[in-house]
């Protein structure tokens, strides 16, 4: 498998190449040069799979012969080794819950797989690779957690400051070690700036082995499309397939679930729910994009006033606007509607939403509303305790803490303050080489 720039000013590469990449060098996204199409045979007879077997296949075309099979298969099985239950909230709507991994988070899987894969990679190369990565709440501590101590990889994670939840916080500052937190007095647009600028500097490129771990990186973007396949393992009515609810901000998530459906992975249509970053809702109502300012909200992993992944939507639908639009819609919900909801399914379905789960719950709800006949699962992407403030405030109930995070409380944070600067990331990048 190859993959060319969307920019289309830089050679086609190798799985190995753009991982360790991030970018291409014409500063596009990475993009197949071909999306494979699954045999009918093991979309029929997936429940027979394994979660290893169902993701060794989903991901062993796009990496082609740049890892062993059995080298892959240790990655995948570690990759995807916790659950995924899709769990029913009511008669027409379930939850996929992916925040049964080791950060309480989907991105988990990504970067996992990716931090495996880049382990590999590097093996008896001189020097180090450096990380880079920006996060609005969960792609931090599951960078830190899936890298952290790989040996011939250094992290660097920039975070908003006071724009994250306490225990995604605590996550992404509390490692040490080859773990490096940002803390950057601005917004997750400023660091995801800064480190798209880092990425252009002719100086960092020539001094420091730079690779990204933003869903921008296809080992990254690629794993997430094993669990909308898990959840079709899981789905009774096979004849009738799901409406996918997806709460979106970078649209790394969603574009993973539009490529699976692309591969054979039978979905009805997909809905993108946002919060008041509206950019994608707006550009399906008008057909004009137009990047804007993000604000913050309770869903904060969705505070993306520019997402870096809809232009692979784009490039999956061809830029052919009523084939995405058929395909593909989107909405836009309130933080006083986040609030009601968390509070209106506890109270009658007795399930805890977080508001990233909210939002979509409230997306799916209405467009069922609409079209009756069909049924659906929203991702619920993060557990509720990375919220406290908000859940409990709506749901009247303390949430409990689950015993995999419970040590974090007792740990210092250790952050390095910085100004939404590229200078002032490009100085800390070379004085720390």
């Known amino acids: 498998m190859q ?43 997936i429940n027979f799979y ?32 916790f659950d995924f239950p899709l769990v029913p909230i009511t008669e027409n709507i379930q939850s996929l819950e992916l925040y049964h991994g080791p950060t309480l988070a989907f991105k988990d899987v990504g970067a996992r797989f990716m931090s495996r894969c880049l382990g590999y990679f590097v093996q008896g190369q001189n020097g180090k690779v450096t990380v880079l990565v920006a996060t609005s709440g ?10 952290y101590g790989v040996e011939g ?40 700036r800064m480190v798209k600028q880092a990425f252009a500097d002719d100086t960092l490129q020539k001094e420091l082995f730079l690779t990204s771990a933003n869903s921008i990186n296809v080992a990254r973007w690629l794993p997430q499309q094993v669990y909308y396949f898990f959840a079709w393992q899981q789905w009774a009515d096979k004849e009738n397939p799901p409406v996918i609810c997806v709460p979106s901000g970078n649209f790394g998530n969603i574009c993973a679930g539009v490529l699976a459906a692309q591969s054979g992975l039978p979905v009805q249509h997909f809905i993108a729910a946002c919060n008041a970053n509206d950019i994608v809702p707006q550009y399906l109502q008008s057909g ?4 804007k300012e993000a604000v913050a909200t309770l ?17 999956i639908f061809q830029n052919e606007f009523a084939a995405l639009k058929n395909k593909l819609s989107a909405t836009s919900v309130s933080d006083e509607e986040t609030k009601a909801t968390i509070a209106r399914v506890f109270g009658e379905q007795n399930y805890v939403l977080d508001p990233h789960g909210a939002v979509a719950y409230l997306s799916l709800e209405r467009y ?10 929203i991702l619920e992407t993060a557990h509720p305790v990375k919220f406290p ?25 250790q952050s390095i303050k910085m100004e939404p600067s590229f200078e002032a990331l490009k100085s800390f990048l070379l004085d720390k080489k």
Request: proline share 7%; glycine share 8%; hydrophobic share 40%.
């Open 3 to 45: 993959f060319h720039s969307l920019n289309k000013q830089a050679p086609a590469v190798d799985f190995r190449t753009a991982t360790i990449n991030g970018q291409a060098p014409d500063k596009g996204l990475y993009f197949p040069e071909h999306i494979p199409f699954l045999p009918n045979d093991f979309i029929n007879e």
């Open 50 to 81: 394994s979660k290893e077997e169902v993701a060794l296949q989903v991901i062993a075309p796009y990496v082609g012969n740049s890892i062993p099979r059995s080298e892959l298969q240790r990655i995948v099985a570690e990759t995807v080794a």
């Open 138 to 147: 969960d792609t931090g501590g599951a960078v830190a957690n899936g890298f």
């Open 153 to 192: 990889v250094d992290v660097v994670i920039l975070y908003p400051s006071g724009k994250v939840s306490p225990v995604q916080e605590l996550q992404l500052t509390t490692l040490g070690k080859n773990v490096t937190a940002l803390e950057v007095a601005g917004r997750f647009d400023d660091c995801q």
């Open 288 to 291: 004009n994009y137009a990047a």
């Open 299 to 315: 869903s904060n992993a969705m505070d993306v006033g520019d997402p870096s992944n809809f232009v692979r939507i784009l490039e």
């Open 368 to 377: 069922l509303q609409q079209h009756p006949a069909q049924k659906g699962y």
């Open 389 to 413: 403030e908000a859940v409990e405030q709506a749901t009247g109930q303390k949430i409990e803490v689950p015993q995999s995070i419970q040590g974090l409380f007792g740990k210092e944070k």
